[in-house]
């Protein structure tokens, strides 16, 4: 990437934090936010929104790059719904490009940005990559049709890279039979500014941190492991962090089994408090029933605080004997065993030890040195292609 003119980098996002949803996708921005200043980026994210009387588009610069968030009002039609999304979003990428050309798409999210991707592709010569978080592939019932299958493997293939967070989902998606030019692992941002070792409360408590998915996080599995160490004589107290759809269903757990005094919610934390909440506790708590590799999970490491969790997803590439304690899914038992294990110490776990054994992976430096050479790979290889066709 020589030259003085930083390359232009369009993003196109699936998930994206906007103004109705500030966390949904904050993954997504944070990757991002890491390539500040060494490239000009540009987000596009468009949306649909029930209820919506018109389409709203909202631009923000405040990050150091151009985010361009644009919702449509939802129909009850889904064709109507798809007409709408790829409409605005071809009409905006050309508005972009126009405006300051751009060397490089970076898709976030498959499958139809991809396809949109490859059009402009064929189009315009500009090639694209590929970012898939979606744990979608682990299960056939979640990832199926062959319109869909066929889609995702033809964009794919036709992408100069596609990176994931996780080994676990790279060899998910490639067990489908897919085929990329290169692949590789990016991790993702943690803001180890931010997130610090601190001293552990004197009220102590464990926590967990998500978006209220009874399905994917077993919310109602860690309250009534609480309640079962309550009734064995060991009152420990659960934050939970967040809000979602089994918000209404984890509060009337609570008070059916009368554990409103220990299993305590805030409500959703970001910035200086969701660290505070971290990093004070005795250990974080994952009881997810899948995953694929939780931000959440590299922030408490970060915080230099042990974690516990199932052994889902790429977790295991995460965590381990040195930084906390594996279960199986819906092991409540083993859950309780683990709590009372960390309850009296975090013991004997080193907290710089934990944290610097993510930073290589997790650091802004570390993401962005990675997609650097990536973005450099590809343009470089673009050029050749372009001088010599």
């Not at 059009?119 to 049709?145: L, N």
């Not at 997803?313 to 995460?318: D, K, P, V, Y």
């Not at 430096?365 to 590809?378: H, M, N, Q, S």
Request: proline content about 4%.
């Amino acid at each position: 990437m020589g030259g003085n003119k930083k390359p232009h980098i369009l993003h196109l996002a699936r998930w994206y934090p906007y103004r109705a949803d500030p966390m949904f996708g904050l993954f997504v921005q944070n990757h991002v936010k890491a390539l500040v200043p060494e490239v000009h980026s540009t987000v596009i994210f468009v949306w649909p929104i029930k209820g919506a009387k018109s389409i709203e588009r909202e631009v923000r610069t405040d990050l150091g790059f151009d985010e361009i968030c644009i919702t449509f009002p939802e129909s009850t039609w889904a064709p109507a719904n798809w007409l709408s999304f790829f409409r605005i979003l071809w009409k905006e990428i050309w508005s972009v490009h126009r405006l300051d050309p751009v060397q490089l798409i970076h898709v976030h999210v498959l499958t139809r940005l991809a396809a949109t991707a490859l059009i402009f592709k064929w189009s315009t010569g500009v090639p694209y990559i590929v970012t898939e978080h979606w744990t979608r592939y682990v299960e056939s019932s979640r990832f199926r049709g062959k319109i869909r299958k066929w889609a995702t493997g033809f964009t794919l293939k036709h992408a100069e890279c596609l990176t994931n967070v996780s080994t676990f989902l790279q060899m998910a998606i490639f067990n489908h039979g897919f085929r990329v030019k290169r692949a590789a692992i990016v991790g993702n941002v943690v803001d180890f500014d931010l997130f610090q070792i601190r001293a552990e409360s004197s009220d102590p408590y464990f926590v967990h941190v998500s978006t209220f998915e009874e399905i994917h996080k077993n919310i109602s599995g860690m309250i009534r492991t609480i309640g079962r160490l309550r009734d064995e004589g060991h009152p420990i107290k659960l934050l939970l962090v967040g809000d979602g759809t089994a918000m209404k269903m984890s509060r009337a757990l609570v008070a059916s089994l009368r554990l409103e005094e220990i299993v305590l919610f805030s409500g959703t934390l970001s910035g200086e408090p969701l660290c505070k909440a971290i990093a004070e506790s005795k250990a974080y708590i994952q009881f997810s029933n899948y995953e694929n590799m939780p931000v959440v999970i590299s922030e408490a490491l970060a915080c230099g605080v042990p974690v516990i969790s199932t052994n889902v997803g790429g977790i295991a590439e995460m965590v381990n004997d040195s930084n906390g304690i594996l279960i199986e899914p819906a092991d409540e038992a083993a859950l309780a065993d683990a709590i009372l294990k960390l309850n009296t110490t975090r013991n004997g776990f080193n907290p710089v030890a934990i944290r610097e054994g993510v930073r290589t992976k997790f650091s802004v430096a570390a993401v962005k040195g990675a997609f650097l050479d990536i973005y450099r790979d590809v343009l470089k290889s673009n050029t050749s292609t372009t001088t010599n066709g």
